[in-house]
């Protein structure tokens, strides 16, 4: 193991401007290394992170100071009985007939109503006028909370993810996390109280009704999954409606391609998961001492696994820095699942809750755009410019079409 001198600096500005670069260099020269200013022990390749992700010997214990302070205690901090009656009670609402009959109609509206305000425009930028507002607007409808909160669940949202990825800690902006919980926490317990007395066809009330095994959730559990579900559920879906756009209009015959034949949407989603993940990376602690990349990870240490790294590693994806939506790797029917070639919804027992949820949302969001810019282009002069080192995302999308009637 080493302290990789040789490659940027996860915090360096040569890194946050283009990390994949340095992502080749780790996996080359330095898999496992030591960083000093996270006080963290550093993985960049496949095999290791896709590890530290299934094998039960990596524990979610990072999680105590890392999301606790700003959702409360999460489902993603637990383990054993625990974890797998929660998951039991929160999963059913994410996947098949609930999915389907309940929350797609919410998801389909909410794309409508913000594609029908500039389709007549013939510009937008997608990401402040589209991919940054639309899965937050559905969560919120989703939880049949008043529509007139989409604004300030988005300021919400926005301050949780800036508290989730501020390795640097700045202090203003772990002010601003603390002060959204409680901010969060006065709006959202009465209503859940409210819910328990007077439940509707919501998923709040879903939460709060659910019992498995004679347990149910309490009052604290179902504020701190909504929280856990605003960050999550919105941070996958805003950035990848976004760099998929942005991945399709830079190849102009897959966009063609996606155009034509919209069964390859879910392909192009999950190409863009592995090709420029919205979540760069996900932290665990091992029970006991580890053995990987070449080196030690001592117990009880932070491992940062380098998901943008895994997924570019050439020993698992043939020409890994080229975008393909036909490519052999990622299999459609795995995709969204526990059993995915990619890395960007994590794996095993903490597999991501929500990725049916955020492919539904990209599915529907995806095919309503490409209806209402039938000649989509980036902007002439535009350059794409992203940003982030935990999360990772475009800053602006501007792009032209010719204005639609319908």
């Known amino acids: 193991m080493t302290v990789a001198p040789e490659v940027p600096d996860i915090l360096s500005q040569e890194f946050l401007a283009d990390p994949y670069p340095a992502y080749r260099l780790m996996r ?9 200013a996270t006080q963290s022990y550093v993985v960049s390749r496949y095999e290791d992170v896709r590890r530290a992700f299934k094998d ?22 637990m383990d054993g009985r625990e974890h797998a009656v929660r998951r039991a009670l929160v999963a059913p609402a994410f996947r098949g007939t609930e999915l389907r009959e309940r929350f797609l109609p919410v998801i389909e509206r909410n794309s409508r109503e913000l594609v029908d305000a500039f389709r007549h425009a013939g ?7 589209f991919a940054t507002r639309f899965p937050i607007n559905v969560i919120v409808d989703m939880l049949g909370l008043d529509r007139s909160d ?29 002060r959204t919980r409680e901010e969060l926490a006065a709006h959202l317990l009465p209503v859940i109280r409210e819910r328990r007395e007077n439940p509707g066809e919501d998923l709040l009330s879903t939460l709060c ?18 929280s856990l579900l605003l960050a999550a559920g919105g941070e996958t879906t805003d950035k990848a409606v976004a760099s998929m756009f942005a991945n399709l209009v830079s190849h102009p015959e897959q966009l063609a391609r996606v155009r034509e034949d919209r069964s390859l949407i879910p392909r192009a989603f999950a190409e863009t998961l ?32 380098l998901i943008g ?58 095919d309503h755009l490409l ?26 999308l501007p792009l032209r079409f010719t204005p639609t009637t319908g």
């Open 56 to 77: 039960p010997v990596f524990t979610t214990r990072n999680y105590d100071w890392q999301l606790e302070p700003v959702h409360g205690r999460t489902i993603l901090q």
């Open 150 to 178: 989409h604004d300030r669940f988005h300021r919400w949202y926005t301050s949780i993810i800036a508290f989730l990825g501020n390795l640097s800690q700045d202090s203003e902006v772990a002010e601003e996390g603390l």
């Open 371 to 396: 209806d209402a810019m039938p000649d989509v282009r980036l902007a002439e002069g535009a350059t794409l410019e992203e940003a982030g080192a935990f999360t990772r995302g475009l800053r602006e």
């Open 209 to 226: 009704t659910a019992e498995v095994e004679g347990t149910r959730m309490s009052d604290e559990d179902v504020k701190a999954f909504c």
């Open 28 to 36: 080359e020269h330095a898999p496992l290394f030591w960083h000093e």
């Open 274 to 305: 592995r090709h420029t993940p919205p979540v760069q990376m996900i932290m665990r602690q091992p029970r006991h001492d580890v053995e990987l990349g070449g080196g030690t990870v001592p117990a009880g240490a932070t491992l940062i696994c």
């Open 309 to 366: 790294s895994a997924n570019r590693d050439g020993d698992h994806f043939t020409d890994p820095d080229t975008f393909d939506v036909l490519r052999p790797e990622l299999r459609e029917a795995t995709s969204f699942t526990a059993a995915a070639e990619h890395l960007a919804f994590a794996l095993g027992r903490h597999f991501c809750v929500g990725a049916l949820l955020a492919e539904a949302e990209v599915r529907v969001a995806t």
């Open 123 to 129: 510009e937008v930028d997608l990401v402040s006028q």
